[in-house]
């Protein structure tokens, strides 16, 4: 009965969009119910070891716990690249960030932003009626014409950038972050509603704060919204650093404040699945929990775990790429779902499209359709290959099922330094990587090159590799892809 069941819902999942297409005016809507709301939880630096159900000790993440009992638990979810802006910008359009123009983490003093001319998630699921918010970090673009109310959202709460650009001078050296002396250099620090900002943050009371602001205006606008169809974005500015919890749960964990932040987001989380439960949204909403990429290990007890995987936050190593990703829909994902397929955040946006009944973008997207996964099919396999990019579209890897191909690149590496420790970062060092290979499903820690006994999986990779180059580019060859699109610019006043 369960197999039937889960055959049933692959295969009405795969034919959601064209079954309303199909539908001509004067007929009545073949659609029994309203597409499903959409919760989507970003957790920022959050690293692959980072929850309880990954392995993670000595602090509590109960709710987050309970959503992969209920719902399905990836371990091979990837984001395009391990940084900040790059992550987002490929997370709303459902590309590798390079196709769109964004890479890096845009500063506050950039006239660059995603291009309004791509479509975000929001603006494919408005096509369907559905109404947004975003409470939290968007980093996607500072100036207004980058702002979320210009991307397809309704409403919108939260810091413009990370939480740590009070730290900068404009020359990049750093400034006092308690007192923001420097402030002049960069626009403050602000808490923006809608396109004003409405705060300043300048101490780290404020900071701890902003876990709680996002959670109480997300459970507003589900209040709000009831009657939907609704998609609320949340993406955290925790644990990043600088990292701060509010007295709720500072000194609550034996991990200390990392501990402490991380269970205030399994908090928030809670606390909006206690929203859809009081307002009868539970068993029509779907809910996506993830993270931007990997840990900042250097910042040692303020950084998070990357559970083992190699490196962390700003390589291509496993422990850069590969985060954590749970998703809970009722009578859709079967309870205590265990999905080892690769999967990624660029194939959000298409799933979302698929089960809203919305047109995908014009523009080319890299994402697919991962809803077969997320409801237990165990023959599907809808993203064989994965591309790792870093940098300036600079392609560092190829995997394709359990086999990555690493491709010689430059690379920040943590090892041989000592981590930092209560906030104050280690030093990291820059290393030359030659090409590998790794059996992922054997060696997840990328311990064991195995290039000498499959020259032909090398030989398979490489070639996806140079297909890769010639669709999106590679800096490190100087290759300019033919089908990389130009991020939203403003000129300089």
Avoid at 135 to 163: A, C, D, I, T, V
Avoid at 354 to 375: A, E, F, R
Wanted: aromatic fraction near 10%; glycine fraction near 10%; charge should be neutral.
């Amino acid at each position: 009965m369960k197999n039937d069941r889960l055959a049933w819902f692959g295969l009405s999942g795969l034919m959601t969009v064209s079954s309303i297409q199909a539908n001509e005016p004067g007929k009545k809507n073949i659609r029994k119910s309203q597409p499903p709301n959409v919760v989507l939880i970003l957790a920022d630096d959050m690293g692959y070891g980072d929850l309880n159900c990954y392995g993670a000790t000595r602090y509590t993440t109960p709710n987050l716990d309970k959503l992969a009992k209920n719902g399905v638990r990836f371990t091979n979810f990837y984001v395009s690249q391990a940084v900040c802006s790059a992550s987002r910008a490929a997370l709303m359009t459902g590309c590798y960030s390079n196709r769109v123009g964004i890479a890096g983490a845009l500063f506050p003093n950039s006239l660059v932003g995603l291009n309004p001319n791509e479509e975000t998630i929001a603006e494919v699921l408005k096509k369907s009626g559905y109404v947004s918010g975003i409470f939290g970090k968007w980093h996607l673009g500072y100036q207004r014409e980058f702002l979320p109310l210009q991307q397809g959202f309704e409403e919108y709460l939260g810091l413009p950038y990370s939480n740590d650009m009070w730290k900068y001078n404009i020359d990049g050296s750093a400034a006092n972050p308690e007192t923001n002396k420097n402030k002049a250099s960069y626009p403050p620090l602000s808490l923006i509603d809608g396109n004003d900002p409405v705060k300043e943050i300048v101490t780290m009371d404020d900071q701890a704060q902003l876990t709680t602001k996002y959670t109480e205006r997300a459970v507003s606008f589900i209040e709000k919204h009831k009657k939907a169809p609704f998609f609320i974005y949340i993406p955290h500015s925790m644990p990043h650093i600088p990292i701060a919890a509010s007295n709720k749960f500072k000194g609550k964990s034996e991990q200390g404040l990392y501990g402490d932040v991380l269970m205030e987001i399994d908090w928030s989380v809670g606390q909006i699945i206690e929203a859809l439960e009081k307002n009868g949204l539970t068993e029509n909403t779907l809910v996506i929990f993830t993270s931007d990429n990997g840990p900042w290990l250097n910042y040692g007890n303020h950084g998070g775990s990357a559970g083992g995987l190699r490196e962390g936050k700003g390589t291509s190593w496993e422990g850069g790429q590969r985060v954590p990703c749970i998703m809970k829909w009722p009578g859709r994902i079967p309870d205590g779902l265990v999905c080892n397929k690769i999967a990624a955040t660029i194939d959000i946006l298409p799933t979302l499209a698929n089960i809203s009944g919305s047109q995908l973008p014009t523009n080319k997207i890299d994402g697919v359709n991962i809803l077969p996964l997320m409801i237990g099919d165990q023959n599907a396999n809808p993203r064989e290959v994965f591309l790792y990019y870093y940098n300036a579209n600079c392609l560092e890897g190829v995997r394709k099922n359990q086999w990555k191909l690493v491709l010689p690149h430059k690379s920040q590496t943590y090892e041989g330094f000592a981590p930092g420790k209560d906030g104050v970062g280690g030093k990291t060092g820059n290393v030359k990587v030659e090409s590998a290979l790794y059996d992922l499903r054997r060696d997840p820690g990328e311990r064991y090159d195995v290039k000498e006994y499959y020259p032909e999986v090398v030989t398979e990779l490489s070639k996806i590799a140079d297909e890769a180059r010639h669709d999106l580019g590679d800096g490190i060859m100087n290759i300019k892809g033919e089908n990389v699109r130009e991020p939203g610019r403003i000129k300089s006043q």
